[in-house]
């Protein structure tokens, strides 16, 4: 399989997290979209680091995934409390932070 496979395939898997993100309002499946965002944005960092034969991209979809695991652990906290509060995961409900 060419790098440009790879390539069309993390923007197939980009296209498809920002269409949920923008679309869906339920906290869970957004934070699931943003998850496919960064994973097809490393992806892209491989391929474009196999395209060109050096670790550059891999090691910045090394330090991606580190900030996405962070993500994963600050964005659920926020949104296991704010369903506690709310008893909903919507973020059209989530207006916690107006006040």
């Known amino acids: 399989m060419s790098p440009e ?26 934070f699931m979209c943003i998850e496919l965002m960064l994973n097809a944005t490393n992806l892209a960092f491989v391929a474009f680091a196999r395209m060109h034969g050096n670790l550059d991209g891999q090691v910045f979809a090394f330090f991606t995934m580190v900030v996405a695991a962070a993500e994963v652990v600050v964005g659920l906290a926020i949104i296991m409390a704010i369903y506690r509060s709310r008893r909903s995961a919507s973020v059209d409900e989530a207006s916690l932070l107006k006040n």
């Open 5 to 30: 496979n790879y390539l069309f395939l993390s923007a197939l898997l980009f296209t498809i997290g920002a269409a949920g993100f923008l679309l869906r309002r339920n906290a869970i499946v957004v």
